[in-house]
């Protein structure tokens, strides 16, 4: 009983002391604080089943931090299957009926993203698109391209950045917008 009652007291403890760091990680990347609860709930949930078989000298926050960046690219992967549907679903509809006004400011948005992406630098542009379209993850980018990773951190931050500028400066008010930059 006593070991029971000791094994919950050090994973309060150390659910208290990393559960902010993982709700952090998670909203950097789906910069919604739902998703990031339900994620950092789902970390613990699956660090609790393995925590008699986990190493007190460190494995605790190795599998901490390899489960949070899992969990956040499944996630992310799963966003991006349910974008691709949506569009495949939406080319589909505008082959039906081209006058829908949602369809058309979705392609002009489309297309304005293209342009963005474009004005992009060559080595920028590389970083951004092995990010977004290929899902790597900045170390596995680092060791493609042979940067370090704070080049390929910093290198997403411009553009993204970019990319968000160049999209509200030549972009009209629209929903599309919006709902663009929930996702990105």
């Known amino acids: ?14 659910y208290l002391t990393y559960k902010d760091k993982v709700f952090k990680y998670a909203f950097l990347h789906f910069k919604d604080e739902e998703m990031a609860a339900d994620l950092v709930q789902e970390v613990f949930s699956k660090l ?17 931090y390899t489960a949070s960046r899992n969990l956040v690219f499944d996630e992310l992967r799963k966003v991006k299957v349910r974008l691709d549907y949506s569009t495949t679903d939406a080319n589909k509809n505008n082959e039906i009926d081209n006058s829908n006004e949602e369809s058309i400011a979705y392609k002009d948005l489309e297309n304005l993203y293209k342009q963005a992406i474009g004005k992009l630098p060559k080595a920028r542009l590389e970083v951004f698109l092995l990010s977004k379209e290929a899902f790597l993850n900045n170390q596995e980018i680092a060791d493609q391209l042979g940067i370090s990773v704070n080049t390929v951190r910093d290198q997403l931050v411009k553009a993204n950045k970019s990319v968000r500028q160049y999209l509200i400066a030549h972009m009209k008010d629209s929903i599309a917008l919006l709902i663009f930059l929930r996702i990105f």
């Open 1 to 14: 009983m006593l070991a029971i009652k000791n094994k919950a007291l050090d994973f309060k403890q150390f």
């Open 48 to 64: 609790w089943n393995k925590w008699d078989t986990l190493d007190e000298e460190g494995n605790m926050r190795a599998y901490l």
